[in-house]
């Protein structure tokens, strides 16, 4: 017996393993999208710190469950194979006339929806993977610890969307007003 197989045993599926570590990397990749937006609406020129924090939240969510995805296939026995993280960058403060663009709110809440979305779809997959493998446990742990979880986040950001656009993307004091709320 090999030392890489002592804890895998026959409990483990080469399919799992593989769809696992691409959910690790997807978790990875959303983080820094996160952290990215983070960065902007951090900046002096932008000025909106509570959605900042709200997106560096944000952003450590998503590098928690990709350290709870790792721990759970070291767990299992796999090995975590991490890629370069590419695909992401987040800079809409000024238009192509060195213009303050007011789309950069809603922009940037419609990108995290989108990202949830896809995290989402890719989180089927895996239940998918883990039914088609006939493994229940793997299944009951991507249920319990994850699903419902996407859910309310892809509502929580749908409902930001739609303050957003009945403020009105051009009203500064209404995005200024929508920013103190993060504070609250």
Not at 47 to 74: P, T
Not at 95 to 124: P, R, S, T
Request: some cysteine; glycine content about 6%.
């Amino acid at each position: 017996m090999t030392s890489s197989s002592i804890c895998r045993l026959s409990n483990w599926s080469d399919n799992c393993e593989k769809i696992l570590n691409e959910q690790i990397n997807l978790e990875y990749w959303a983080s820094l999208q996160y952290h990215t937006m983070f960065a902007y609406f951090d900046r002096d020129n932008i000025g909106l710190k509570n959605i900042a924090d709200f997106f560096n939240k944000s952003s450590l969510e998503e590098r928690e469950h990709a350290h709870i995805f790792v721990k759970y296939q070291n767990k299992r026995g796999g090995k975590v194979e991490l890629q370069d993280v590419k695909g992401f960058s987040f800079d809409l403060g000024l238009d192509d006339n060195n213009n303050f663009d007011h789309n950069d709110v809603l922009i940037a809440f419609e990108k995290a929806l989108e990202m949830e979305q896809i995290v989402y779809q890719k989180l089927l997959e895996v239940h998918k993977v883990g039914d088609e493998e006939n493994d229940p446990q793997f299944c009951d742990f991507i249920e319990g610890e994850f699903l419902s979880e996407q859910i309310d986040s892809i509502n929580e950001l749908s409902v930001y969307i739609s303050k957003i656009k009945r403020i009105g993307i051009g009203n500064g004091h209404g995005i200024w007003d929508f920013d103190r709320t993060f504070s609250e």
